[in-house]
């Protein structure tokens, strides 16, 4: 069974950096896209950024210029690295990953908790 477990959430200053991690996409078949979304209370998840399968990678109007994703070249680990926190980034972050293999399906993490106070 595909697991995909977050890490690296916690609790910073605003101005401060985090990187999260998520371990398990290696184990998935026919990755088309992989990425990291947010929910913060009363809110709907949204698209952090992701990364596809050539390696090109999307972000969100918020994210960019601050945050990076990468993967490791064996793509079994899958990072987001978030500078110049802002409170508005306080969320649940969620590792996803989306696969073609028949059946197509999406896999998420468990979520790891990002919090940024003023």
């Known amino acids: 069974q595909v697991q995909l477990v977050e890490s690296g959430g916690g609790s910073v200053q605003s101005g401060g950096s985090l990187r999260l991690s998520c371990a398990g996409p290696g184990s998935i078949f026919s990755i088309v896209t992989m990425g990291w979304y947010r929910q913060a209370p009363g809110s709907e998840r949204e698209l952090v950024a992701n990364?596809?399968?050539?390696?090109?990678?999307n972000y969100a109007d918020s994210a960019k210029g601050r945050f990076t994703i990468s993967r490791d070249n064996a793509g079994n680990t899958m990072y987001l690295q978030m500078n110049s926190l802002k409170p508005e980034a306080t969320a649940v972050y969620y590792c996803?990953?989306?696969?073609?293999?028949?059946?197509?399906?999406?896999?998420w993490g468990q979520g790891t908790q990002v919090t940024v106070s003023s």
């Open positions: 996803h990953v989306y696969s073609a293999y028949r059946p197509p399906q999406n896999y």
């Open positions: 990364i596809r399968d050539g390696g090109t990678t």
